[in-house]
């Protein structure tokens, strides 16, 4: 199969230090708990832990570079996007 171009490929973050975005994570699975529970679903089909590491090390500011990460699609970006974009923002306010 052929390489899709760099544009349109999604990104995951490389080598990560656990230890250092362990906090921004754990705020990001909260989030993703809250809508499970609300939408009486496992948190898994919300986004992945792996989606959950990645936002957490690229930090997306917007949906449009949410929408480059890897386990966004976009029916999720659209039904998830803004409260983890929200997340991140408010995490990263707040530290």
């Known amino acids: ?44 089909v919300i986004f992945s832990d792996a989606t959950l590491w990645d936002m957490a090390a690229l930090k997306p500011d917007s949906l449009d570079a949410m929408s480059q990460i890897k386990g966004v699609g976009s029916f999720k970006l659209h039904k998830y996007g803004r409260q983890f974009v929200g997340a991140i923002q408010s995490y990263i306010d707040n530290h």
Do not use: N, S, W, Y
Request: no cysteine; proline share 11%; aromatic share 4%.
């Open 1 to 44: 199969m052929p390489e899709l171009p760099k544009r349109q490929q999604k990104r995951r973050a490389g080598a990560i230090d656990e230890d250092a975005l362990r906090p921004l994570f754990d705020t990001l699975r909260a989030v993703r708990l809250e809508l499970a529970k609300d939408e009486h679903i496992p948190p898994f």
